[in-house]
């Protein structure tokens, strides 16, 4: 699942320099730089999709420099290296599911609540009711029980 990004690698009149052009924008209409081993760690901090590019880019080991202008990624190869399977790295950015995962159980996403901060309510011998409550977040019977003592008091 996801969404694929069209990519067309495309050469440069410089050897050692790739381009890419992808069908969407990923940096707006910003220019975006990024170099290997930055000192101030730039990229490392950003959460922008031209910054997660230039992680995964980098993290080939064959890349020195990544620039992106909206649809246009510049790279900079390292010497001695080609552009062998970059596009992919593209291609793949916004592909958060992929064949051979195992989906995660719904208990996983949700974190368990602890007994201790479960309010009690008592049903008054209305199954209807204590059916309900055990459906009911606790965090939402807290909510409800504080907003009817604001109306009373």
């Known amino acids: 699942m996801g969404q694929p990004v069209v990519v067309v690698e495309k ?19 910003g220019h975006e730089s990024f170099v290997n081993g930055d000192a101030s760690g730039h990229f490392a901090r950003a959460v922008t999709p031209s910054a997660e590019l230039a992680r995964r880019l980098f993290a080939t080991g064959r890349v020195s420099a990544v620039h992106v202008y909206q649809n246009v990624i510049t790279v900079d190869l ?30 996983d996403l949700v974190p368990a609540e602890e007994a201790s901060s479960a309010p009690t309510i008592d049903p008054g011998g209305d199954p209807k009711l204590a059916e309900a409550l055990k459906k009911v977040p606790a965090h939402l019977l807290e909510r409800s029980r504080a907003a009817r003592a604001r109306l009373k008091g």
């Open 11 to 29: 050469p440069s009149r410089c050897p050692g320099i790739v381009r890419f052009e992808a069908n969407r924008s990923l940096s707006g209409m």
């Open 78 to 107: 390292e010497k001695g290296f080609d552009s062998t399977g970059l596009a992919d790295v593209v291609r793949d950015l916004y592909q958060y599911w992929k064949p051979g995962m195992e989906p995660p159980a719904f208990e």
